[in-house]
Nanobody
Framework: VQLVESGGGLAQTGASLSLSCAAS????????MGWFRQAPGKEREFVAA????????DYADFVQGRFTISRDNAKNTVYLQMNSLKPEDTAGYYC?????????????????WGQGTQVTVSS
């Protein structure tokens, strides 16, 4: 499985950005998907996850109510809509796929990773 993120860029505080992650392979529909982020000098951290069907989602406390994860299995794509961006959201954002239908928070639970897309939020 190959994952390719897109949609990152520069945004002002309070603005919105939408990230996409396109996956190769027909197995996508059976995989849970997640988004993680890593800021300079910090460890990679969980942001959001979604089950194979999209019926179950999970979010880190720091993005609750601001970010929304979704997926379109017909397009093999998972999305992260980010609203009310803050400077502390500045990070590389990584898409990950889990060979399991249910979502998880631990990095070790994910089997495939994209190369990441940079999000920079200016104050």
């Amino acid at each position: 499985v190959q994952l390719v993120e897109s949609g990152g860029g520069l945004a002002q505080t309070g603005a919105s950005l939408s990230l996409s992650c396109a996956a190769s392979g027909r197995a996508f529909i059976s995989y849970a998907m997640g988004w993680f982020r890593q800021a300079p000098g910090k460890e990679r951290e969980f942001v959001a996850a979604i089950s194979w069907s999209g019926t179950a989602t999970d979010y880190a406390d720091f993005v609750q109510g601001r970010f929304t994860i979704s997926r379109d299995n017909a397009k093999n794509t998972v999305y992260l809509q980010m609203n009310s961006l803050k400077p502390e959201d500045t990070a590389g954002y990584y898409c990950a796929a889990r060979r399991h239908p249910l979502n998880a928070r631990a990095m070790d639970d994910y089997d495939y990773w994209g190369q990441g897309t940079q999000v920079t939020v200016s104050s």
